[in-house]
Nanobody
Framework: QLQLVESGGGLVQPGGSLTLSCAASGFTLEYYAIGWFRQAPGKEREGVACIHGTGGVTDYADSVSGRFTISRDNVINTAYLQMISLKPEDTAVYYC?????????WGQGTQVTVSS
């Protein structure tokens, strides 16, 4: 079965940190571009960060630049989103996406709640 599974979400206070994981099974993540997206209540899904192919070029939304870092570990077929200095407006369901020509996969999402 081909799938992505996100984990690592939870409740954190403003200013805190979380690291999300995206584990791939049934395919080799090394050969895909990876993106993290999020969707908050009443808002459209937005792109947060992406890393393109094997070259490792990354891009970030302005709202998270300098606070979030996307990375991948090809040995264990997992991608990550490291988040620091979290703000209440970061609260959302976070989704992992992997794509290449002719194929794309989505995870089920993991909830991140930033609240005091």
């Amino acid at each position: 079965q081909l799938q992505l599974v996100e984990s690592g979400g939870g409740l954190v206070q403003p200013g805190g940190s979380l690291t999300l994981s995206c584990a791939a099974s049934g395919f080799t993540l090394e050969y895909y571009a990876i993106g993290w997206f999020r969707q908050a209540p009443g808002k459209e899904r937005e792109g947060v960060a992406c890393i393109h192919g094997t070259g490792g070029v990354t891009d970030y939304a302005d709202s998270v630049s300098g606070r979030f870092t996307i990375s991948r570990d090809n040995v264990i077929n997992t991608a990550y989103l490291q988040m620091i200095s979290l703000k209440p407006e970061d609260t959302a369901v976070y989704y992992c996406n992997a794509w290449r020509m002719g194929a794309a996969y989505w995870g089920q999402g993991t909830q991140v709640t930033v609240s005091s």
